[in-house]
């Protein structure tokens, strides 16, 4: 359990305007906690990677003042009387996809009762200025992912972002808003009762305190949670420029799967999606159907069910290791890596050999598991 101490200098930490993320998460490593982040020298800090003197000179100026403090202190009263958790990149609760984001948050405030850590996550997005076609699709979609086990994420903004919350709540799926914004707040305040609804059964998420200010910038950093956190990210509708789009090509540039709904040549909020899927960087979606098919995902009543394929031919060597490793569940690339003592290019051609003889399955986030029979 964080120290109350700890938890004080961490939202200090990432109160310091020369800090973002990933200056954070380096001090965090060479220093070893937020509080010896404020006792640090100056040469000392100097010395962290991408620090430097001048801004190490700021940094130790910042971290002497008290509106450093105060801003803590005053993040703490509101989320012990709110009952906001809050997740530090070092800690369990922390969304682990975001861990292999470089640029992901140091420190998120979340309040809700969701397992951000969920099997399976994907994350629906589009315009704020949905048509019917839009709407009655992410709503048919959503509905026949009821008992897939998926964790539904947005933005909690106008348009498609709102229906898919809305759809998710009403066929009891957990889902989660991440937002621009602190969580003393609901924009647009039009989606105050929706965002009560999912506090019950899914949650809201921010990086931002209650004293950041809110503005457009906000969006574009939020989008990359968005992406960061899902398996794979569905467009339904958005223009070609639209924020929908930025997400799709943040969560192309993270390695997850990316797919888009088709729509009208014509139609100004399919030119998004049509785009996406002509350029090749999305693929075309009609149905939840083709979303589990390509996500390689089941429905649990089949899952529990399924048995670990019995391999027809006698396997040895590099191959026997890896299948040996994965009859427990799922395995990252790493976490192969690590047990298998195996090197990167021998554990690559292994898995590939593996993967062409239709003996393991390829998941998103670079996780490999048997093919079940």
């Known amino acids: 359990m964080t120290s109350p101490n700890e938890l004080f200098y961490r939202i200090a930490l990432t109160k310091i305007p020369e800090i973002g993320s990933i200056i954070c998460k380096n001090l965090i490593a060479y220093c070893g906690s937020a509080e010896a982040v404020f006792t640090s020298s100056k040469s000392k800090l100097k010395k962290t990677p991408l620090i430097g003197e001048v801004r190490a000179e700021k940094i130790f100026n910042s971290i002497q003042q008290k509106e450093t403090f105060e801003a803590a202190e005053t993040e703490i009263a509101f989320i012990e009387k709110h009952q906001i958790q809050p997740l530090f990149f070092t800690d369990k609760g922390y969304p682990q996809r975001l861990l292999h984001c470089e640029d992901g948050p140091a420190m998120l405030y979340y309040k809700g009762n969701s397992n951000l850590n969920s099997e399976k996550t994907i994350s629906i997005v589009g315009t704020r200025n949905a048509t019917e076609y839009g709407k009655e699709t992410t709503s048919k979609i959503i509905s026949e992912l009821a008992n897939s086990g998926i ?47 999912m506090v019950l059964n899914g949650g809201l998420l921010t990086e931002y305190t209650t004293q950041c200010n809110f503005h457009p910038g906000n969006f574009p950093e939020r989008n990359r949670i968005v992406a960061g956190m899902s398996d794979a990210v569905l467009v339904v509708e958005s223009d070609v420029k639209g924020g929908a789009v930025i997400t799709a090509n943040i969560a192309s540039s993270y390695n997850r799967d990316v797919f888009a709904v088709p729509g009208k040549v014509s139609d100004k909020y399919s030119r998004g999606c049509n785009f996406l899927i002509k350029t090749y960087k999305a693929t075309l979606v009609e149905s939840s159907a083709d979303l589990l098919y390509a ?65 393991l399955i390829s998941l998103p986030g670079k996780r490999y598991k048997l093919r079940q029979a």
């Open 151 to 197: 964790l539904i994420l947005s933005g909690l903004a106008y348009g498609i972002d709102s229906m898919a919350h809305q759809a998710a709540v009403e066929n009891n799926i957990s889902t989660v808003g991440v937002l621009a914004h602190g969580l003393n707040k609901i924009y647009p305040e039009k989606n105050k009762n929706l965002a009560k609804q």
């Open 295 to 359: 996500m390689n995902w089941e429905v649990k009543e089949k899952a529990a069910n399924a048995k670990p394929k019995q391999l027809q031919l006698v396997i040895s060597g590099n191959e026997k290791t890896i299948y040996d490793l994965l009859l427990s569940g799922e395995k990252t690339v790493d976490t192969l890596l690590a047990e298998s003592h195996l090197k990167a290019g021998e554990l690559s051609a292994t898995l590939l050999e593996m993967e062409m003889n239709d003996w």
